[in-house]
């Protein structure tokens, strides 16, 4: 029996989620760049390794339906983890996602500790960058999909919207895709990855657990929440096994590298980039 | 005739001429009223038998999209604007028959069904002579465009589905506020929104990692010293 020395952070169902949204995103994110540089070279290249441009073009739109699909899932996973009894509680905890005062006031403390003015913010178990994290998600997953089965089925929507409606969708669906990539490849790499701390990479989404040293200075008033409820021993759990360990370093590299590579796509074709 | 019977044949003249003489813009009703030439056509069953010109322009009423004033566009300008109605466009152009679409439409063959669908300009615009988008015949032309051009691919295409812009102006160009302000300014709201989002956090990060890197050198810098003090106090 390996000893319980880390933190549980995220439940199986969170990490699949995570998961799910890694796999799905990358193949939106290529199926979708190769389309938009399609009079480039490299846009031609990337969509010659899927077959075809409506191969491409298929897959993204089977890709795109699967992650609503996941979604709606999402939403009624999260509708049953909130206590109806005490909603009201329950959705401004500090278990809970939901954006709360607290996260301004950290928001403050952390740019007054940027300039050397104060001591760093005490997180509780949710960050306001790890709340910005999904709630960017949540409205951008929605927005990508409306404008995305509006772009599907051009001909049918246009019954219920006028046909010049749809210039602005594709604006949008661009510009909300570009948003997304530059953000994830961006900001959510370098402050999962790059920090001190993290940096070979930031294992949590996979193993689910962190150190608890570690999270004693990241999120110090959350375990001093749980040993005051004296619900610390509960949380505590072992480490994961090496193989999967193996696993998900070699799976989170070649994401990262993916990532990057698109990033630097972008950056190299920033002028061929047309989002209307 | 006597003088006073002089005046009255006059009058009589020029009230008879009331009844006999039309006024000449009156007699284009055939060809130059849309809405009387349906009549025409309701009349006698010939229906689209004849070019029908397009109303006059008034010039104190201006064109949508140009701006109400006086005189909105410069003789220029409305020489280019008559062209919207005119059977062949390219009319009286020099050396057209020696030219490509593109040596002078560079805009508009960049776009999505040309560099994507492989779709050429006279698959939509048709043969020579090209009638101009507003030309009652031309198969562009909004009241029959769904049907005569974007329906040879999208099938079940209506007249909505046609208001979609194939040559969508730039959603950032100034102009496109009037020509077509839901574009313009869903560009700018994400425009601002991604500006926005990635100015701040990259700052954020940019500090935040930065910061950090410097605490954990300073600590491992630090740390030889504490302990050899640290060993110095012990003996």
């Given at each position: ?157 246009s019954?219920?919207?006028?046909g010049w ?112 | ?24 813009p009156a007699q284009e009703e055939v060809t130059s009223s849309i809405r009387r030439y349906r009549e025409r056509e309701a009349s006698t069953g010939y229906y689209e038998e004849y070019e029908v010109k397009p109303r006059r322009v008034r010039?104190?009423?201006?064109v949508p999209g140009v ?10 300008a409305a020489e280019i604007r008559t062209r919207t109605y005119l059977a062949d466009s390219h009319r009286g152009l020099?050396?057209y028959a020696?030219r490509r679409c593109?040596?002078c439409h560079?805009?508009e063959a960049?776009h999505?069904h040309t560099?994507?669908?492989?779709v050429t300009c006279r698959q939509c615009h048709g043969g020579e002579p090209i009638a101009s988008i507003n030309h009652y015949f031309s198969p562009l032309n909004p009241i029959r465009r769904h049907a005569y051009v974007c329906a040879k691919c999208h099938e079940g295409a209506n007249a909505s589905f046609a208001t979609f812009m194939v040559h ?68």
């Amino acid at each position: 029996m390996r000893e319980k020395t880390r933190i549980l952070r995220f439940s199986v169902f969170d990490r699949l989620f995570h998961l799910f949204i890694m796999v799905t995103f990358l193949i939106q994110a290529v199926t979708g760049m190769g389309r938009l540089l399609y009079a480039t070279t490299w846009g031609k290249w990337v969509v010659g390794l899927f077959g075809s441009y409506e191969t491409a073009t298929a897959i993204h739109n089977t890709v795109g339906i699967l992650m609503m699909i996941a979604f709606a899932v999402h939403i009624v996973y999260v509708l049953f983890k909130v206590e109806w009894r005490t909603p009201g509680k329950r959705l401004f905890h500090p278990d809970s996602l939901v954006p709360r005062f607290q996260d301004v006031v950290h928001l403050g403390q952390k740019i007054r500790w940027f300039l050397g003015l104060g001591p760093p913010p005490q997180f509780d178990r949710w960050t306001y960058w790890e709340k910005f994290d999904y709630w960017a998600v949540f409205w951008g997953l929605p927005l990508l999909g409306v404008t995305g089965l509006v772009l599907m089925y051009p001909v049918g929507a246009s019954r219920y919207m006028p046909g010049w409606s749809l210039n602005v969708m594709l604006l949008l669906h661009r510009a909300e895709a570009l948003l997304a990539m530059l953000y994830i490849f961006i900001i959510h790499f370098s402050i999962g990855h790059l920090r001190r701390g993290m940096f070979p990479m930031n294992e949590c989404m996979f193993a689910g657990s962190v150190e608890l040293e570690k999270e004693l200075k990241e999120k110090p008033a959350w375990i001093a929440r749980l040993q005051e409820d004296g619900r610390l021993e509960e949380v505590m759990v072992p480490g994961p096994p090496t193989w999967y360990r193996v696993m998900y370093f070699v799976f989170g590299y070649a994401v990262l590298t993916v990532g990057i590579y698109l990033l630097i796509v972008i950056i190299n074709y920033r002028n061929y980039i047309e989002w209307h | 005739m006597s003088a006073k019977g002089r005046v009255i044949f006059s009058l009589a003249l020029l009230c008879l001429s009331l009844l006999v003489a039309v006024p000449a813009p009156a007699q284009e009703e055939v060809t130059s009223s849309i809405r009387r030439y349906r009549e025409r056509e309701a009349s006698t069953g010939y229906y689209e038998e004849y070019e029908v010109k397009p109303r006059r322009v008034r010039p104190f009423v201006g064109v949508p999209g140009v701006g109400r004033k006086p005189f909105p566009y410069s003789p220029g300008a409305a020489e280019i604007r008559t062209r919207t109605y005119l059977a062949d466009s390219h009319r009286g152009l020099e050396f057209y028959a020696m030219r490509r679409c593109e040596d002078c439409h560079v805009a508009e063959a960049k776009h999505s069904h040309t560099v994507r669908g492989n779709v050429t300009c006279r698959q939509c615009h048709g043969g020579e002579p090209i009638a101009s988008i507003n030309h009652y015949f031309s198969p562009l032309n909004p009241i029959r465009r769904h049907a005569y051009v974007c329906a040879k691919c999208h099938e079940g295409a209506n007249a909505s589905f046609a208001t979609f812009m194939v040559h969508e102006p730039p959603a950032a160009a100034a102009a496109t506020r009037k020509t077509f302000p839901s574009l313009y300014y869903t560009n700018w709201f994400m425009y601002l929104l991604i500006v926005g989002v990635m100015g701040f956090f990259i700052l954020h990060s940019l500090v935040w990692i930065s910061k950090e890197f410097y605490h954990q050198v300073m600590e491992k810098k630090r740390k030889p010293e504490d302990e050899r003090k640290d060993q110095n106090s012990a003996l």
